[in-house]
């Protein structure tokens, strides 16, 4: 492993303003959920009934958690459907001035589930395959309700925490209204602003056709890119307007705008682990999620980091120049195939890290060209159910998953029944945080199962050996992650990948989010015990310690069977000269 003063300064200076920033967030958000904003309450609050009148909500009605579970199920169910037929009847539609014909059935489907679950992975190149209309109506219009969908659900669960021996754990309009109009709209509003003054583009012109200085003709792609590249980072979408994402100067033009960008895939993941301890009475119990997301972000960064810079062993080995010059620094070593020249080394591997533990799935750079080692971080990123910070709610409910399992197992050690913030955690709890967690994982490892097993699935990979199976393996846990990044070098653009990556989008996202809601509906019903000198302090160090451990344990025992498949084999391949 090998860093420098620059890389690790960049690393820093990205973490603290995500830290800076979390508190503030934490509090707005905190107070949008509990209905205290009065500054904002002036702006928003009579757009709000607005909405409710138009759409017959009554406001003052609470839900139980099958009732909540229902309505978000029919809403996600009615906003697929809405993007299929956008999709497919795209020749049809205007703001089309390029004449793109309708999405294939499978491609319309795995799109549809794909931005629905808030995967956003893609099999398409934007640029020359969707429509102006396709790309606001039905995906940046669902990056926002997706979205939305995760943060109410991790509300829920909170409030499942704070009540007692109640069946009410609020109104899903009411609370997913909120999250789009206090929330994620003014964010992507002043992001989107932002983003146009560094270059995004942003325009409705048709495509623009240039002669290079060798006298060849390219195409310049145009097209309403800023408005969807705000929401794709502060949601933890991550679909990008065009196909090489934010690596593509169109989307991320400058230093300024791929620091803000980044920062915002953990923005709101961050904010609502101080919303939780808020909500919940003791911000030390936000600050304690937060600090064991923070140490597995931050090992993970540094790792992927140092990996990268090292470089690649066998060109080392062949005497091959890996030094590269940026500003006024040269480094030797460095893998910078696949990565911007302009963004260098760290800042590639900042954003591969945040990506993947948010389940953003937005690239700078191309993970296929990445190290072994390099690239097994963000992909177990991943297969830990994205928890260190994660998708926007789903990463935190994800992780107080995780802090329940760590409570039952510390109870276990010590002989007495587990408590997480006053609720006794019993065997109905224990089962729904086992179904959470079992969901996704067999997701993303029998479905790589079964590509590597059937003709259409090998057909897929673009490289042979241990190399090829890390691109489909990656590929599934994406999907199942509901991440949406691609390790590319996979043909995913065919009727089994599109199928077989969309039912894993749909069942790794929705069953889960029913466990969680039930999970909510159990802990709402129990009375809350008062602590006692045997009860296990979740809010100091040594809880974090051992929820890391938990964490990394889980996710261990399960994926490094296939892991040693796949990185961990190329890796020390690499180093014994052999290429796949």
Do not use: C
Not at 64 to 71: L, T, V
Not at 72 to 80: Q, T, V
Not at 394 to 418: D, E, K, N, Q
Not at 518 to 528: E, I, N, P, Q, T
């Amino acid at each position: 492993m090998t860093v420098t003063v620059s890389g690790v300064v960049q690393i820093v200076l990205y973490f603290a303003v995500v830290l800076a920033l979390t508190k503030p967030l934490g509090a707005y958000m905190q107070m949008v959920f509990e209905g205290r904003g009065r500054f904002a309450g002036r702006v928003f609050s009579p757009v709000e009934r607005i909405i409710y009148r138009v759409f017959f909500v009554d406001d003052t009605a609470e839900m139980d958690w099958k009732r909540y579970a229902f309505s978000l199920l029919i809403f996600s169910a009615l906003s697929m459907f809405a993007v299929y037929a956008i999709l497919r009847a795209q020749g049809h539609l205007p703001l089309n001035p390029q004449g793109f014909p309708g999405a294939s059935p499978h491609l319309a489907f795995n799109t549809a589930a794909s931005f629905t679950t808030n995967t956003n992975w893609q099999s398409y190149a934007g640029e020359s395959t969707m429509s102006y209309l396709s790309q606001m109506l039905a995906l940046t219009v669902q990056n926002f309700l997706s979205a939305a969908v995760g943060i109410v659900v991790v509300i829920v669960l909170i409030r499942g925490f704070v009540r007692r021996t109640t069946t009410d754990l609020g109104n899903f309009w009411v609370d997913l209204t909120r999250a789009i109009l206090w929330v994620l709209l003014p964010m992507s509003l002043v992001l989107a602003l932002i983003l146009v003054s560094q270059g995004v583009i942003q325009n409705f012109h048709g495509y623009t056709q240039l002669t290079t200085l060798e006298g060849a003709k390219q195409v310049l792609a145009m097209g309403p890119a800023a408005s969807q590249v705000a929401i794709k980072q502060l949601g933890t979408n991550g679909g990008g307007f065009f196909n090489a994402n934010s690596a593509t100067p169109f989307e991320n033009p400058t230093p300024f705008s791929n620091f803000i960008e980044a920062a915002a895939i953990l923005l709101i993941p961050a904010g609502l682990t101080y919303t939780f301890g808020k909500m919940v009475g003791d911000t030390r119990q936000g600050w304690a999620i937060f600090a064991a997301m923070s140490v597995l972000f931050l090992a993970g960064a540094f790792f992927t980091y140092g990996a990268e810079q090292a470089g690649n062993p066998t060109l080392a080995r062949l005497g091959v120049d890996q030094s590269y010059h940026t500003g006024q620094q040269a480094s030797a070593g460095g893998n910078l195939e696949g990565k911007e020249v302009r963004f260098g080394i760290a800042d590639s591997s900042i954003w591969a890290v945040a990506t993947t533990d948010a389940s953003n799935g937005s690239v700078n750079s191309m993970l296929d060209s990445y190290t072994p080692l390099g690239g097994l971080i963000p992909l177990f990123n991943m297969e830990l159910g994205e928890v260190v910070f994660g998708g926007v709610g789903s990463g935190l409910y994800g992780m107080l998953v995780f802090a329940i399992i760590s409570v039952f197992i510390a109870g276990l050690m010590i002989g007495r029944t587990p408590e997480y913030l006053g609720k006794k955690i019993g065997p109905k709890e224990m089962k729904l945080a086992a179904i959470y967690f079992l969901i996704t994982s067999s997701m993303m490892l029998l479905l790589t199962a079964v590509a590597v097993s059937v003709r259409q699935g090998r057909a897929g990979p673009l490289n042979a050996g241990a190399h090829g199976f890390t691109e489909i393996l990656y590929a599934f846990s994406s999907a199942a992650g509901n991440n949406g990044s691609a390790f590319a070098g996979l043909n995913a653009n065919t009727s089994f990948y599109d199928t077989s990556l969309g039912i894993s989008m749909l069942v790794a996202r929705f069953l889960p989010i029913v466990a969680i809601l039930a999970l909510a509906g159990s802990l709402a019903r129990k009375k809350k015990v008062p602590e006692t000198a045997a009860t296990l302090p979740t809010n100091s160090a040594l809880f974090v310690g051992f929820l890391v451990g938990v964490v990394i344990i889980v996710g261990g025992l399960t994926f490094f069977p296939a892991l040693a498949l796949g990185p961990i084999a190329e890796h020390f391949l690499v180093h014994a000269g052999v290429l796949s």
